[in-house]
């Protein structure tokens, strides 16, 4: 890592304190008195009313959220509509989307908005369902339609309502044209800030694209630009969006190849006298973001402007932290900094990644409350440093506006100057008329506005569009209300203070990630964002010893083995079974605490990546939890129903000594899912791990053993093929649990079909020829990065990963293209180094048998990354003919792609069935029907629609699949423990003593 410069401000601040303890603080921070209160009361008031009184012109995007938010029907329709249709292009598919979306709402009905606006795109909406016979179908309605208009005129009618809203929330498709449609509101003394419409950067190309897309945008603008610094407009730029591996793990090659990108962009903007806002990321992104903002903003070359800025998003719990970092750095190099002060616009996709993620808290807010609170928090900190820092204040809330006037009102100098606000471009106009203009801001005067301008195509605004519908669009936002008057104006006053006053600092529906699966406790990730966590256990993995791997046994090893076992075996079923869950849970807990370790042996051991790693240990700890759990619930004595004078009871057994056999490629998880499966329910186990992994398999059995299992009752028993074949026709075996590949699978049935003893269960789960089928209505980004993932990441080395991916043949190209340019960013290296992201193979026979697949189909070649050699095999593409079959699992980093018409779906269904494997399947849609028909006909144990098809989670995800993948039932589910168990029914006769007591005694009065 590159040592940290001295004289700059270190940005330390945790990522995830606890609301409990912060809120308190920033309620101390804003906290008004009466006199204040009153004062923004009667200000918000005039602006509501304000707000109102011009509502009903030409309509809005306010009044179309009104109208269709995203608690009705025609919302969430109109939301996935925007987000795919004008991608799609071909009509076959545009017609399925439509159908499939406008049979989920009323588009037609009397209540909406006397606005020219609304009223032409809601036109548009329902022009398919304007006409239509009741009962109809969503199909029928189109079909319906077209026969009466035309398919043309009807996709058009449609398509045109999405470009209504496109036009609503972008200034132009080009910069020339969003600058010449800012020139009336220029005149009317706003300021603008130009947004280049795009996603993140997936390639290479990407980055190189969006960087020449800024620096023209830079140079036109300008261009045209008039006056000085703050009136002059300005420009936002993306930091994932200039490097395609924008992640915390990368920050060395992010700091090497971003920063001179960036600090181009910024010598141009300074040369024009702009503004220029670096973009908010991600929470697990703000460091990078931070350092990447102080390695530019440090550059001699920028002194003497001061346009530099970078936004700030409210509902972190980190803002008020960034506020004062950036008030540092700026008085450090003797220079001034604008800072864009927004709400945020991810705060679903924070909260969701924060459980995924196992992390210890969220680093948003929880409360919507708690944020405003913040908001206003960092707005007063803010205010005090305006000596360094210009704030540009982003807000559509009239309540926000009149507190900020009033907070300048309250410091010494000129409370007008230093400062300015910023709106959304198709939002807030009747808000900042007001505010421009001075009028309903008191004693405040005008204040200085600047529109926040996306500039893109249509095809460009989808994201964009999507997460401000998410934001704005809910019934419970201020832009929805304001110009309702149904809702009284004495709502819109409520202080957040008072809401959180009034309720806990955290929203008690919003479980810490620890909590989501309680009881059981969920596992414990790294925040790969905050270095305070990364960096001390990448220092510990590296300093940890090289792994020693225990000797072979041998077939007679296994046989004593077997033996103790089955001697063992009465004490341990016998064993409370809240004590056998309680060992688990103190060896899940012991994983977790010895994680630094276990990762590096897993990366020696087995090339596992730092976010493979712990994974796996997440997964392990989860499997030790779910199982202690799912015993708890199971191994209990159960009356059944009988006649009177008869008591049955139900009850569940260990069967007797288990081998467990797992594979080399999961060979912590896996390997203790089984050996803990087994010895929740009574069952003693041989473990017996691959070859390949023997010592991960025996740090994992010491701490069973240090846990309290019985050394007796748990034996790792390493070995080969003579071994394993040992272990399973040994006459004690009382079953078999096994996961690798269907051909030892059917091995180990034979063997044990062989056996003159007991009937042997066999919990298998092998193999498969897994794929991915793509739409034309899919998100092109979303698919490469779900398909890089479940192609490539592990080396391509999981049960569970796209072997071969169908894509419809109208996007194929465009999407093939981002798939090869994503794989192409990925580093193959040193599994100890926390930037690699693929590990090497597990041995040469599994290299060599890759080499010879590409070779066998060389000339369906269609890309290949370069290997550094040794066990690397580089990641590969191959393009699959029409006739092709890929008939078997082919264990690595290599991906078949097939191109189909949307007319032969069917056949590509019936091709996927034929495999005869069933394990795991992943579909990307935005037709839901399309969606439904395709998941009721695969013929796979796991389903995804819309991600990735890796990484299945332990008791939310159970993971197995059927015919040539295995026998069921799912690992980590709610069925597993069953096959571990034997069940007995006792049936007593208590009238055998001399008569039923109970009934005699009963009373008539029951």
């Not at 600092?505 to 989501?516: A, G, N, S, Y």
């Not at 051991?605 to 392990?620: F, P, Q, Y």
């Amino acid at each position: 890592m590159n040592a940290p410069d001295p004289i700059l401000p270190q940005f330390d601040a945790p990522f995830a304190p606890p609301d409990e303890t912060l809120v308190p603080d920033l309620l101390a921070r804003v906290k008004r008195d009466d006199q204040a209160e009153a004062r923004i009361d009667r200000d918000a008031r005039a602006l509501i009313e304000g707000i109102r009184a011009r509502a009903g012109r030409i309509g809005g995007l306010e009044d179309f959220l009104r109208d269709h938010g995203l608690s009705t029907k025609e919302g969430l329709a109109l939301m996935v509509m925007a987000e795919a249709l004008l991608r799609v292009p071909d009509a076959a598919t545009q017609d399925a989307l439509i159908a499939d979306k406008i049979g989920a709402g009323d588009w037609t009905h009397a209540d909406h908005a006397d606005t020219l606006f609304v009223n032409a795109a809601t036109w548009g909406l329902g022009l398919s369902t304007r006409i239509v016979r009741p009962g109809e179908t969503p199909e029928g309605i189109l079909s319906s339609t077209v026969r009466r208009i035309g398919g043309p005129a009807v996709r058009q009618g449609v398509r045109q309502a999405m470009r209504y809203l496109g036009h609503q929330f972008v200034l132009g498709r080009t910069i020339e044209e969003a600058l010449k449609r800012a020139r009336p509101l220029q005149a009317e003394g706003y300021r603008f800030s130009y947004d280049m419409l795009g996603e993140g950067a997936r390639t290479r190309a990407d980055a190189d694209r969006y960087a020449q897309s800024y620096a023209d945008a830079i140079d036109h603008i300008g261009a045209s630009a008039r006056g000085a610094l703050p009136d002059r407009p300005g420009i936002s730029v993306k930091l994932s969006a200039l490097h395609p591996r924008y992640e915390p793990r990368n920050r060395d090659a992010v700091l090497a190849e971003l920063v001179p990108t960036v600090l181009h962009l910024a010598r141009a903007a300074k040369s024009h006298d702009l503004n220029f806002t670096v973009d908010a990321e991600e929470q697990d992104r703000l460091e990078l973001s931070l350092d990447v903002i102080a390695a530019v903003f440090s550059d001699p070359t920028l002194r003497g402007w001061d346009g530099f800025g970078l936004a700030i998003q409210a509902y972190a719990k980190r803002a008020l932290h960034v506020v004062n970092w950036c008030a540092d750095l700026a008085a450090a190099k003797g220079a001034r900094m604008m800072i864009r002060l927004v709400k945020g616009a991810y705060w679903d996709t924070e909260v969701k990644r924060a459980q995924v993620e196992g992390a210890h808290d969220f680093p948003v807010f929880t409360r919507k409350p708690a944020t405003d609170v913040s908001y206003l928090a960092c707005a007063d900190a803010l205010l005090d440093r305006r000596d360094v820092i210009y704030p540009q204040f982003a807000t559509h809330n009239a309540l926000t506006v009149a507190t900020i006037l009033d907070m300048a009102k309250a410091r010494p100098g000129d409370n007008r100057g230093g400062f300015e606000f910023q709106r959304l471009h198709g939002m807030g106009e009747d808000l900042y008329h007001q505010i421009s203009e001075g009028a309903g801001v008191g004693e405040a005067g005008p204040i200085p506005c600047r529109i926040y301008a996306p500039v893109g195509g249509h095809r460009d605004l989808l994201a964009y569009l999507v997460r401000r519908l998410l934001e704005n669009g809910a019934n419970s936002s201020f832009v929805a209300q304001a110009g309702d008057r149904a809702i009284p104006v004495s709502e819109l006053l409520e202080r957040p203070s008072d809401a959180l006053r009034d309720h806990a600092p955290r929203h008690p529906q919003i479980p810490l990630p620890k909590d989501i699966f309680r009881p059981r406790k969920n596992s414990a990730g790294i925040e790969f964002g905050h270095r305070a966590e990364l960096d001390p256990i990448t220092a510990a993995m590296q300093a940890a010893p090289a792994p020693q791997a225990p000797p072979e046994a041998t077939p007679a090893d296994a046989n004593r083995a077997m033996e103790t076992l089955a001697k063992a075996f009465p004490a341990w079923r016998d064993t409370p079974v809240e004590d056998r869950a309680a060992i688990l849970e103190t060896a899940a807990d012991a994983l977790e605490d010895d994680r630094a370790q276990l990762m590096s042996i897993l990366a020696r051991e087995a090339g596992k990546t730092i976010d493979d790693g712990i994974a796996e240990i997440r997964e392990a700890a989860d499997f030790l939890r779910y199982y202690a759990a799912e015993a708890r619930r199971i191994m209990v004595t159960t009356p059944l129903p009988g006649p009177a004078g008869e008591e049955n009871v139900h009850t569940l057994t260990g069967r007797g000594p288990f081998v467990a056999i797992a594979p080399w490629n999961f060979p912590l998880a896996i390997f203790l899912g089984q050996v803990a499966a087994a010895l929740a329910t009574g069952n003693t186990v041989a473990a017996k791990p691959a070859p390949q992994t023997p010592a991960i398999a025996k740090a994992a059995i010491d701490i069973l053993h240090k846990a309290g299992v019985p050394k007796d009752a748990l034996h790792l028993v390493p070995g080969g093929t003579e071994t394993g074949a040992a272990l399973t026709s040994h006459p004690d075996t009382a079953g078999v649990v096994f996961t690798g590949s269907t051909a030892t699978a059917k091995a180990i049935q034979r063997a044990l079909a062989a056996s003159d003893g007991p009937i042997v269960p066999l919990i298998a789960e092998t193999g498969g020829v897994n794929a991915m089928i793509a739409d034309a209505t899919a998100l092109p980004e979303q698919v490469a990065d779900d398909v890089t993932a479940s192609a490539f990441r592990s080396a391509g080395q999981r049960c569970s990963a796209c072997r071969i991916l169908y894509v419809q043949e109208d996007v194929a190209d465009r999407i093939l293209t981002m798939i090869t340019g994503a794989a192409a960013t990925l580093r193959m290296g040193d599994p100890l180094d926390p930037a690699t992201d693929i590990g090497p193979v597990i041995d040469q026979p599994a290299l060599d048998r890759l080499k010879a697949h590409v070779a066998h189909w060389q000339d369906r070649l269609h890309w290949q990354a370069d290997a550094p050699g040794g066990l690397f095999m580089p990641p590969t593409i191959l393009d699959l003919r029409p006739d092709d079959r890929l008939t078997e699992e082919i264990f690595g980093p290599i991906l078949h792609v097939k191109r189909y018409a949307a007319a032969d779906l069917d056949k590509v269904i019936e091709e996927i069935n034929a495999t005869g494997y069933g394990l795991t399947f992943a579909i990307h849609s935005r037709i839901e029907a399309k969606i439904a028909k395709v998941l009721g006909r695969i013929e796979a144990g796991n389903l995804y629609v819309n991600r990735n098809q890796i990484g299945a989670i332990v008791g939310s995800q159970p993971f197995g699949g059927r015919g040539l993948s295995g026998t069921g039932p799912k690992a980590g589910g709610p069925l597993y423990l069953t096959r571990f168990v034997e069940e007995r029914v006792t049936s007593t006769d208590t009238t055998a003593a001399g008569g039923n007591a109970s009934l005699i005694a009963l009373s008539d009065d029951g």
